[in-house]
C-alpha cells in the first residue's frame, strides 16, 4: 500500500489565485513529518513547508500553508497568490520518527503533483 | 536552510565507463545521507542509505555492486556508478539534514551513458 498519496498529477491555475495540492498518508507511528517539496524543471528539490505530527498548528511560511487534518490522514498544500514562478511539480513526504528527531529516515515520496500557473 | 553541494552536474559518458558523483554537506555534518534515483515525470526513488564509517544500506532491487557508496567523512558521501549502461541514465539526487531540521536535497546530477 502506498504511504503517500497525491492523486493530482496535474493542476491548473490562474495567476494570483490560491491553489490546494492534495496529499494523504498512511502510517502507523506516532511520530512523524510531513513535507512538501518542490521540483522545478532544474531538478533542484526545494523544501517549502513541514509539519510534525504533534503539532496542534498548521505550518504556514509565507504564502504557503499546509492543512493538516490527522483524524483524515491529510495534509494538502495551500499555495496562495500563484505566480507564474511556482509552475513544478510538488512532492507531498514523510519522515517517520521526524518528532524523535531521527536524521537518518529516510523520506517516502508521494508521486506528484505538476502545478502548471497561467497568466 | 542547509546547503548540500553535488558534482557534477551533468555526465554523459561511454558504456562501460564507471562514473562518480560526489555530495558533500557544506554547512553541517551529516551522519547519514540519502541517495535517489528519478527517471522524468516520476517521482524520487531511495536507492540506498550512506552512513558515515560504516557500509550503506541498499534498497530492495539496488543492486550494491553497480552502485557503490562509500560515506568517507562527516560532509562527503560518493556515489560511484561502476560499468554504467544506457538504462543507467538518469536523475541522481542526494539529501542530508542537520539534527531536528528538514532533508536538504543537492542539485542532482544527470548521467548519460551512451
Known amino acids: 500500500a502506498q504511504k503517500i498519496t497525491q492523486t493530482q498529477p496535474g493542476m491548473f491555475v490562474q495567476e494570483k489565485e490560491a491553489v490546494t495540492l492534495d496529499c494523504t498518508y498512511d502510517?502507523?507511528?506516532?511520530?512523524?513529518?510531513l513535507f512538501w517539496y518542490k521540483q522545478p524543471s532544474s531538478g533542484e528539490m526545494i523544501f517549502l513547508i513541514y509539519?510534525?505530527?504533534?503539532?496542534?498548528q498548521n505550518a504556514t511560511e509565507g504564502r504557503y500553508s499546509l492543512n493538516f487534518q490527522k483524524a483524515r490522514k491529510s495534509a494538502n498544500l495551500v499555495i496562495s497568490a500563484s505566480q507564474l514562478g511556482d509552475s513544478a511539480m510538488y512532492f507531498c513526504?514523510?519522515?517517520?520518527?521526524?518528532?524523535?528527531?531521527?536524521?537518518?529516515?529516510?523520506?517516502?515520496f508521494g508521486k506528484g503533483t505538476t502545478l502548471s500557473v497561467s497568466s | 536552510g542547509a546547503v548540500v553541494s553535488q558534482h557534477p552536474s551533468w555526465v554523459i559518458c561511454k558504456s562501460g565507463t564507471s562514473v562518480k558523483i560526489e555530495c558533500r554537506s557544506l554547512?553541517?555534518?551529516?551522519?547519514?545521507m540519502f541517495w535517489y534515483r528519478q527517471f522524468p515525470k516520476q517521482s524520487l526513488m531511495l536507492m540506498a542509505t550512506?552512513?558515515?564509517?560504516?557500509?550503506?544500506?541498499?534498497e530492495q532491487g539496488v543492486e550494491k555492486d553497480k552502485f557503490l557508496i562509500n560515506h568517507a567523512s562527516l560532509t562527503l558521501s560518493t556515489l560511484t556508478v561502476t560499468s554504467a549502461h544506457p538504462e543507467d541514465s538518469s536523475f541522481y539526487i542526494c539529501?542530508?539534514?542537520?539534527?531536528?531540521?528538514?532533508?536538504?536535497f543537492g542539485p542532482g546530477t544527470r548521467l548519460t551513458v551512451l
Open positions: 513526504a514523510m519522515r517517520e520518527g521526524w518528532a524523535t528527531r531521527q536524521a537518518g529516515t529516510a523520506l517516502i
Open positions: 502510517t502507523s507511528d506516532q511520530s512523524y513529518g
Open positions: 509539519q510534525g505530527s504533534y503539532d496542534e
Open positions: 554547512d553541517f555534518q551529516a551522519t547519514t
Open positions: 539529501s542530508a539534514s542537520p539534527p531536528g531540521q528538514p532533508q536538504y
Open positions: 550512506s552512513n558515515e564509517g560504516s557500509k550503506a544500506t541498499y
